[in-house]
């Protein structure tokens, strides 16, 4: 009698309680490695706030680090813990390699936030890329 392969969901609904449980039990043993990374993948921005020491413009690509660079960061982050990577900038949404790196880090498992002005068209990245809240 042949065994039968659990289903997709089963194993990914496993997968997915046991990360967090995981990651609990090794606080309670004083794990206290962060679960949060703010990654500023550019600084580069469309606007000009005035109190932000962050941005400069948006075709000033100095320093700016490519995508490998990014998802390797994420990469280690992740095996360190990270569960939760935020991307931000600057304007994060200036990054034509944006959707590589959310997908990127997303199937790693882990969760992302993408914290923009919101002046870009967003909708040009991918549906699975990220959720917007419906009012
Ligand atoms: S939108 Fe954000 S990154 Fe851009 S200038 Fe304003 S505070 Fe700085």
């Not at 703010?38 to 320093?63: A, S, V």
Request: glycine share 6%; with cysteine; hydrophobic share 40%.
């Amino acid at each position: 009698m042949s065994r039968t392969p659990k289903s997709t969901w089963v194993t990914d609904a496993l997968e997915l309680h046991e990360r967090p449980l995981i990651r609990y039990a090794k606080w309670l043993l004083g794990d206290r490695s962060p679960i949060v990374a703010y990654l500023k993948i550019t600084k580069r921005c469309n606007l000009d706030c005035y109190y932000c020491p962050w941005h400069t413009t948006p075709t000033d690509f100095t320093h700016e680090q490519d995508t490998a660079v990014w998802t390797a960061h994420i990469d280690t982050l992740f095996e360190r813990g990270v569960r939760i990577f935020v991307l931000e900038g600057g304007e994060p949404t200036l990054r034509q390699d944006l959707p590589v790196i959310l997908a990127h880090a997303q199937a790693r498992g882990a969760h992302t936030i993408l914290a923009t002005n919101g002046t870009g068209s967003i909708w040009r990245f991918s549906p699975t890329a990220f959720t917007v809240a419906e009012s």
